[in-house]
């Protein structure tokens, strides 16, 4: 009995202790869930437009929507780095958002160094904005601006003379050394044994060409035929006793520029100065008693024939001086300047080939004082469109190869100064012309 009797004790104590451990985990897990949920209940998130809160009277849910203020700069963008602006919520929430870089402004250029005549200098290109530099470049060196080369020192028979030259940005002098002319020119000894005549050049060392008095003691009296022809000298210098310029001296020195003659001279051969396209001006002496100078160009003294006008001139026009009657044989020849010339009432001749080759000549006029025109005196001339014949009646022509056939032209083809153009330039221009 007594046994029984704790057995029942026993069992019923274990039934006791099941139903409180079985009690205390229900309270767990309703304790845990209940956490979780209270938890869950409570977050708030920053970067959503809503959230859900819990109110503790009635355990109700309301959803909360962002209201977004204006952008604020909290950092200014610069032409290079990138800037931030925020935005907030009067829950305390915000939004950042980046800025973009502005980029550079192009500004003026500043100049560090200066160019010089020989060396380069250097500028930026600078931001207006952050003047930071952009771009550098070089500036390229000026380069010299030297004037024409003077002469110093004359040289003489034996002695080598000097000239000079001046930059005129950074006064640099640049000294060349004259050779002597005696020592480069060629000569021969005439029949009187006293005088010599300048053949030519020996080796062209020397540009500026002064002929001297005497070489190896004999005078020099006189230039050959041909003597310069086609050489590459710039100026010429011909002293008081040279009497004589054979014919196409200096015919074809497309670089001569500068003729100075002694007023010795008395015969300046033909074509001495043909096709020097660079000259710019013919001096003579006004002691000369033959020959004289009109704005660089050379007249006969009595002035009734221009020679040779300087055919390097750029001007685009020319009047012949009054005076004038003889238009000298290729006086204007390769004259690339002039457009228009005028010949004045005293004009009677034009000589064989005066214009040949004035490739921009356009009008001239004919005088009815003209009664010789020369063949092939407006050869070449393929602009020239207008020929005015003051007296168009009476002229004839006749072939210069054989002097055979002849051509009378009408006054009234003549009258038309682009056909009177078309006779002198092409369809007649190896005829010699005749005004009676």
Same mark, same amino acid.
């Given at each position: 009995?007594?046994?029984?009797?704790?057995?029942?004790?026993?069992?019923?104590?274990?039934?006791?202790?099941?139903?409180?451990?079985?009690?205390?985990?229900?309270?767990?897990?309703?304790?845990?869930?209940?956490?979780?949920?209270?938890?869950?209940?409570?977050?708030?998130?920053?970067?959503?437009?809503?959230?859900?809160?819990?109110?503790?009277?009635?355990?109700?849910?309301?959803?909360?929507?962002?209201?977004?203020?204006?952008?604020?700069?909290?950092?200014?963008?610069?032409?290079?780095?990138?800037?931030?602006?925020?935005?907030?919520?009067?829950?305390?929430?915000?939004?950042?958002?980046?800025?973009?870089?502005?980029?550079?402004?192009?500004?003026?250029?500043?100049?560090?160094?200066?160019?010089?005549?020989?060396?380069?200098?250097?500028?930026?290109?600078?931001?207006?904005?952050?003047?930071?530099?952009?771009?550098?470049?070089?500036?390229?060196?000026?380069?010299?601006?030297?004037?024409?080369?003077?002469?110093?020192?004359?040289?003489?028979?034996?002695?080598?003379?000097?000239?000079?030259?001046?930059?005129?940005?950074?006064?640099?002098?640049?000294?060349?050394?004259?050779?002597?002319?005696?020592?480069?020119?060629?000569?021969?000894?005439?029949?009187?044994?006293?005088?010599?005549?300048?053949?030519?050049?020996?080796?062209?060392?020397?540009?500026?060409?002064?002929?001297?008095?005497?070489?190896?003691?004999?005078?020099?009296?006189?230039?050959?035929?041909?003597?310069?022809? =086609?050489? $590459?000298? @710039?100026?010429? #210098?011909? !002293?008081?006793? %040279?009497?004589? *310029? +054979?014919?196409? &001296? /200096?015919?074809?020195?497309?670089?001569?520029?500068?003729?100075?003659?002694?007023?010795?001279?008395?015969?300046?051969?033909?074509?001495?100065?043909?096709?020097?396209?660079?000259?710019?001006?013919?001096?003579?002496?006004?002691?000369?008693?033959?020959?004289?100078?009109?704005?660089?160009?050379?007249?006969?003294?009595?002035?009734?024939?221009?020679?040779?006008?300087?055919? =390097?001139? $750029?001007? @685009?026009?020319? #009047?012949? !001086?009054?005076? %004038?009657?003889? *238009? +000298?044989?290729? &006086? /204007?020849?390769?004259?690339?300047?002039?457009?228009?010339?005028?010949?004045?009432?005293?004009?009677?001749?034009?000589?064989?080939?005066?214009?040949?080759?004035?490739?921009?000549?356009?009008?001239?006029?004919?005088?009815?004082?003209?009664?010789?025109?020369?063949?092939?005196?407006?050869?070449?001339?393929?602009?020239?469109?207008?020929?005015?014949?003051?007296?168009?009646? =009476?002229?004839?022509?006749?072939?210069?190869?054989?002097?055979?056939?002849?051509?009378?032209?009408?006054?009234?083809?003549?009258?038309?100064?682009?056909?009177?153009?078309?006779?002198?330039?092409?369809?007649?221009?190896?005829?010699?012309?005749?005004?009676?």
């Amino acid at each position: 009995m007594k046994v029984v009797f704790v057995k029942k004790v026993i069992f019923i104590f274990l039934l006791i202790c099941l139903f409180l451990t079985f009690a205390a985990c229900a309270n767990s897990t309703n304790s845990t869930e209940n956490s979780e949920k209270d938890q869950n209940n409570s977050t708030t998130s920053t970067t959503s437009t809503t959230h859900t809160t819990n109110t503790s009277t009635n355990s109700e849910s309301t959803t909360h929507v962002h209201a977004f203020g204006q952008w604020v700069v909290i950092k200014a963008a610069t032409c290079t780095d990138k800037g931030e602006q925020e935005r907030s919520c009067s829950c305390g929430a915000k939004e950042f958002q980046s800025i973009d870089s502005i980029g550079h402004t192009a500004g003026k250029w500043i100049t560090d160094r200066e160019a010089t005549c020989t060396d380069t200098g250097s500028k930026r290109w600078v931001c207006s904005v952050c003047n930071e530099t952009i771009k550098t470049e070089q500036i390229p060196a000026k380069g010299h601006k030297f004037s024409e080369w003077k002469i110093t020192t004359q040289p003489t028979a034996y002695q080598h003379g000097e000239e000079q030259r001046s930059c005129s940005a950074c006064k640099k002098t640049e000294t060349k050394v004259i050779v002597s002319n005696a020592s480069i020119l060629s000569y021969r000894i005439n029949s009187d044994l006293k005088t010599c005549t300048i053949t030519g050049v020996k080796e062209m060392r020397n540009t500026n060409i002064i002929i001297p008095d005497n070489i190896d003691g004999y005078t020099v009296t006189k230039i050959a035929v041909n003597a310069f022809k =086609g050489t $590459t000298i @710039t100026s010429l #210098t011909i !002293p008081d006793n %040279v009497i004589e *310029i +054979g014919s196409q &001296a /200096f015919e074809e020195c497309l670089s001569l520029r500068y003729v100075t003659i002694g007023k010795g001279v008395t015969n300046v051969g033909y074509f001495s100065f043909r096709d020097c396209t660079s000259l710019l001006s013919i001096t003579v002496d006004e002691d000369n008693k033959n020959y004289k100078s009109i704005d660089g160009n050379l007249y006969s003294k009595d002035g009734k024939e221009l020679i040779q006008y300087a055919t =390097g001139k $750029t001007a @685009t026009s020319f #009047t012949v !001086p009054y005076g %004038v009657e003889k *238009i +000298g044989w290729y &006086a /204007f020849q390769r004259e690339y300047s002039l457009k228009n010339i005028t010949l004045p009432s005293s004009v009677t001749y034009i000589g064989s080939g005066a214009f040949q080759s004035c490739v921009n000549l356009t009008s001239i006029n004919i005088p009815s004082s003209v009664n010789t025109i020369m063949a092939h005196a407006f050869n070449n001339c393929g602009d020239l469109i207008s020929v005015a014949f003051e007296s168009a009646s =009476g002229w004839s022509g006749v072939l210069s190869a054989g002097m055979s056939t002849t051509t009378t032209f009408s006054s009234d083809d003549l009258s038309d100064k682009t056909l009177a153009a078309q006779y002198l330039r092409d369809d007649y221009k190896d005829y010699h012309w005749s005004h009676n």
